[in-house]
């Protein structure tokens, strides 16, 4: 499996990006799906994931508290792609965003582990001006 992710920028604090995890070799439908981010001089974090399924629901999709309720993430199957709409973006949501991936079944206390992960995508670099 490999995973190419895409779509980061320079936008304005409140400003909206979406990013994308293309992948290949295996389907999105197979896949739990997660991107994390890394801003210089800290830690990689878990920012959301999306487990596996033909669907993102409420059921199957987690958000850190930092960006719940402004972050989205979605699958398109047609795509084979899974994005992660950002608005209402902060300065301090500048960082590397890498999409990461796995064929287990994550569940709540695993997900934000980036040692789960078996395939990542190079990152896609988001700053937020203020």
């Known amino acids: 499996v490999q995973l190419q992710a895409f779509g980061g920028g320079l936008v304005q604090t409140g400003g909206s990006l979406r990013l994308s995890c293309l992948a290949t070799?295996?389907?999105?439908?197979?896949?739990?799906i997660a991107w994390f981010r890394q801003a210089p001089g800290k830690e990689r974090e878990w920012v959301s994931c999306?487990?596996?399924?033909?669907?993102?629901?409420?059921?199957?999709?987690g958000y850190a508290a930092h960006v719940k309720g402004r972050f989205t993430i979605s699958k398109d199957n047609a795509m084979n792609t899974v994005y992660l709409q950002m608005n209402s973006l902060k300065p301090e949501d500048t960082a590397d965003y890498y999409c990461?991936?796995?064929?287990?079944?994550?569940?709540?206390?695993?997900?934000?582990?980036?040692?789960?992960?078996?395939?990542w995508g190079q990152g896609t670099e988001v700053t937020v001006s203020s």
């Open positions: 070799g295996d389907t999105v439908e197979n896949l739990a």
């Open positions: 990461a991936a796995t064929s287990s079944n994550l569940i709540v206390t695993s997900r934000g582990n980036p040692n789960n992960y078996d395939y």
């Open positions: 999306v487990g596996r399924g033909v669907r993102s629901t409420a059921g199957n999709t």
